[in-house]
């Protein structure tokens, strides 16, 4: 071997340099350049047409001011876009009543944009109804590695202002740098074929104002069922409670409301814990077989939906000034 | 950390390279200690705390070659620090790997109901003490010499094989450590190894992990499987064993090189081999150059060296005969093959896969030694010779997919199940909703097409020298389309599979042979 050379020229391999170095430049400006179209992309109205997103119809739904001055504005996460049908609440309660839709992983992006951004176009509601599952409270300390965060990334975006998107990359560099391979991924080959149903339940959810039938899992919970002790671990206060206080006006009276949860062997000591951490009205207890049997234990089937709606009609209705009865 | 990760690719790669190109312009040293630390950062990039346990090894191993080879001067043979060494090795490996599941399962075949709980299994235990352990034999023998610290730590520990080989030997890499030649960046190298990378990670995120989301759900199902299903399932599970471990090899020595060093070849078209043998010939290759070379080769000799004591014939002419080849052939192939089923894990699986290894082995020798050379050979069309090398790769396919029903099972009772179900034709009225059969078969078919009908990696690369064995230059068998050069056409193409695979990597998979 020659003393001096590279690998390479001991090979006599070597081509000009200036040729690898196209070679290499051509190689890494693909990805390079279909990187950056995407924080773009998602910002132009259009994108709602070609988005293969899962969520981002009923999501986008949300930030688009689709009823106008309601009276009663529901924000929750996935539990309340599927467990509750705010058309049913606005027939017996007479009021304009919104769900905001929302899921998991978007409200641990976004927090409460959606209702800022509503709030900030509308007049007051009378009430505002925070409507999350015990264990699910405490959105702000959680960390973003523990749900699918793309949905709530798209909003962010989307909607956001490049302020909240600044602060949100401070905070989670990692995850926003890898925001256009998300968007690839999701447009490209996660949902290509499950567009269809994306738009059935886009149509759900703007006939209904904000409610959507489960989709996901098709088995359901039996009464042998037991909810996760790490769940039960989650049930703390801090976030809902900051949140009832933001937007506790005069005008606009807000409550926080428990979703039901699966008659589970250990369904009690969810009861009993709310009760020791929170001052809330604990969560109804309703037959498992009315949950679908994923791994967030508070999914209501589509037949189980009237029920819950009337238990919250019920709870909501001591609120409203001049409810129909 | 995982080659098929961003953090990898963005953050660490790029900071090894220029760490690399900067340690070039001082001294060789320099180099050698930067990769050893960046090797070492990303071993603990895993778990911290096992870095301890890597060093360790490294120490003791290098004190007893030390002691071996005589650099520390001692009174006792070196024979002895070999075996002692050995011993060390062999428990740190048996701790981690076999103790608490033999427990459990003596545990369990006495009817008890106590379970101990596994121990976490350091990545690339075997890796690092089986490459050791050739050295300190090496050493012993007079084939190999003592090296500086950090020539030896970066032989153990760089990071491109660490974690799941090529296993190296020292004979190849100690050479290209201390060669007075330029260590910096070299653009050549770079194009090679990072096209070579791609081509991997695309074999790795495109195949491997599609493959998984087949084979998972049908060697996991708790419920009866129908024939199909299990085919698809066993056929799945084939190839994304070698999409998986072929791509990481892909990566690690296209790392190396991109490093300007050379790796041997662990892959070489596994599933194009016409005979059991020529398999293993061509899959983890330098496995099975390892086990060759530090089981049987020995178990041979040792068996030999008795046989001429006791008078007994050793000549290749007797070998013919069944008893000689029972004690000559079979006898050390089937306790190598034992061994290495062992190596791979503590499930009875592991040894039954390793032992029919051992019998398809054994098998392929006797056709060879005691009827294949008895028949006649007349002159065949190449037609004929064709059809009969199609038979012979589509049997050799067959007999490899069995045996990794054993391997992928989650026990052997699951696999003799699975096994029943491909062989006995019947309906399944589950419905295992993961799996599309319309999409499986699809994948399945493209990747048999990828495996039988294209040309390798290292062959698309042989223009550029890939890997040290001078039979992967070869480029005369390659269609010219098809080699690489790095020109637009190939800029362009492994660009854009570049960034079809950077937006499917989001949930980097761990590659199988982790576990091992």
Redesign the interface.
């Known amino acids: 071997?020659?003393?001096?050379?590279?690998?390479?020229?001991?090979?006599n391999?070597?081509?000009s340099?200036s040729?690898?170095?196209?070679?290499?430049?051509?190689?890494?400006?693909?990805?390079g350049i279909?990187y950056i179209p995407p924080f773009f992309v998602v910002r132009l109205p259009a994108y709602s047409k070609w988005s293969c997103a899962a969520d981002f119809p009923l999501l986008d739904y949300a930030f688009n001011n689709p009823v106008k001055n309601a009276d009663v504005v529901i924000f929750g996460d996935s539990t309340a876009k599927v467990g509750i049908d705010p058309s049913q609440m606005e027939a017996v309660l007479g009021e304009k009543v919104l769900d905001l839709p929302n899921n998991f992983g978007a409200v641990l992006v976004l927090n409460d944009l959606s209702l800022r951004l509503y709030m900030e176009h509308n007049k007051p509601p009378k009430l505002i109804v925070f409507y999350f599952p015990p264990w699910n409270l405490d959105y702000g300390h959680d960390d973003l590695s523990i749900d699918p965060i793309y949905d709530g990334m798209e909003m962010l975006f989307r909607h956001g202002t490049s302020r909240e998107i600044f602060t949100f990359f401070e905070g989670h560099p990692?995850e926003s740098i890898?925001f256009?391979?998300?968007?690839?991924?999701e447009n490209?080959?996660a949902n290509l074929f499950k567009r269809e149903n994306f738009r059935k339940e886009a149509q759900q959810v703007a006939m209904t104002n904000g409610h959507a039938d489960y989709i996901g899992a098709?088995l359901r919970y039996n009464s042998l069922c037991t909810i996760p002790p790490r769940l039960i671990g989650r049930i703390k206060y801090d976030w809902v409670r900051g949140l009832a206080e933001k937007y506790s006006t005069p005008e606009t009276k807000v409550m926080v409301y428990l979703a039901p949860i699966p008659a589970c062997r250990n369904a009690q000591a969810v009861v009993d814990r709310t009760q020791k951490v929170t001052e809330l009205q604990p969560s109804k207890i309703m037959p498992a077989n009315l949950f679908m049997d994923d791994k967030y234990y508070v999914h209501l089937d589509a037949s189980g939906v009237r029920e819950a709606t009337e238990q919250l009609i019920e709870a909501v209705r001591p609120l409203l000034d001049n409810p129909k009865r | 950390m995982l080659f098929n990760s961003y953090s990898f690719l963005f953050v660490f790669l790029p900071i090894a390279l220029i760490g690399y190109q900067i340690a070039g312009t001082f001294h060789r040293k320099f180099v050698i200690a930067w990769l050893g630390f960046a090797s070492l950062a990303f071993y603990a990039c895993w778990r911290p705390a096992f870095l301890i346990l890597l060093l360790s090894s490294i120490a003791m191993n290098y004190i007893a070659g030390a002691l071996i080879s005589r650099n520390i001067s001692n009174p006792i043979s070196s024979r002895f620090w070999l075996i002692l060494a050995i011993v060390l090795n062999l428990s740190l490996l048996c701790y981690f790997k076999y103790l608490f599941p033999s427990l459990n399962f003596i545990s369990s075949a006495v009817g008890s109901s106590r379970h101990w709980e596994n121990v976490i299994l350091p990545l690339g235990i075997s890796f690092f003490t089986f490459t050791q352990i050739a050295f300190l034999v090496d050493l012993h023998q007079g084939i190999a010499k003592q090296q500086d610290i950090s020539s030896y730590l970066l032989f153990v520990t760089f990071f491109p094989h660490l974690i799941a080989g090529p296993i190296l030997h020292h004979k190849n890499m100690m050479p290209q450590f201390q060669q007075e030649r330029r260590y910096k960046l070299d653009l050549s190298d770079l194009a090679v190894g990072f096209s070579w990378f791609i081509m991997g990670l695309a074999k790795k995120v495109l195949f491997a992990d599609q493959l998984a989301k087949i084979a998972d759900p049908i060697f996991n199902a708790q419920q009866p499987l129908s024939t199909s299903q299990t085919w698809i399932g066993a056929l799945s599970y084939c190839l994304q064993l070698y999409f998986d471990f072929s791509g990481y090899s892909d990566m690690a020595l296209g790392l190396a090189r991109m490093f300007s060093i050379n790796f041997p070849l662990n892959f070489d078209s596994p599933l194009k081999a016409s005979s059991i043998l020529d398999f293993w010939q061509r899959w983890h290759m330098t496995l099975s150059q390892y086990i060759m070379s530090y089981l049987y080769t020995p178990i041979q000799l040792w068996i030999r060296a008795k046989r001429i004591k006791r008078g007994y014939s050793v000549s290749r002419k007797d070998m013919s005969s069944p008893a000689v080849f029972i004690s000559m052939v079979a006898i050390p192939m089937m306790t190598t093959m034992f061994i290495a089923g062992i190596w791979h894990g503590a499930g009875l699986q592991f040894i039954v896969f390793g032992s029919l290894h051992g019998l398809y082995m054994t098998v392929n020798h006797a056709w060879r030694i005691l009827f294949h050379k008895r028949i006649p050979e007349s002159p065949k069309s190449p037609f004929t010779n064709n059809l009969k090398n199609i038979f012979y790769t589509l049997l050799t396919f067959f007999c490899v997919v069995i045996s990794q029903v054993f391997f992928r099972a989650r026990s052997l009772s699951y696999a003799l199940y699975m096994l029943a179900s491909m062989f006995t034709p019947h309906r399944s009225v589950t419905v295992l909703t993961l799996v599309s059969p319309a999409r499986s078969l699809l994948l399945i078919l493209i990747g048999l097409i990828i495996v039988w009908f294209l040309p390798n990696t290292q062959q698309i690369l042989s223009r550029f020298q890939p890997s040290l064995q001078e039979s992967a230059w070869d480029s005369s068998k390659v269609p010219k389309q098809l080699l690489w050069a790095p020109n637009t056409v190939w800029g362009l193409s492994l660009g854009v599979l570049f960034f079809i695979v950077l937006f499917q990597m989001q949930d980097p998979s761990t590659f199988l042979y982790f576990q091992f």
């Open positions: 071997m020659d003393i001096g050379k590279t690998m390479g020229e001991q090979a391999i070597s081509k340099g040729k690898l170095i196209f070679y290499l430049i051509i190689l890494l400006a693909i990805p279909l990692f890898q256009p391979w998300m968007f690839y991924k490209i080959s098709t």
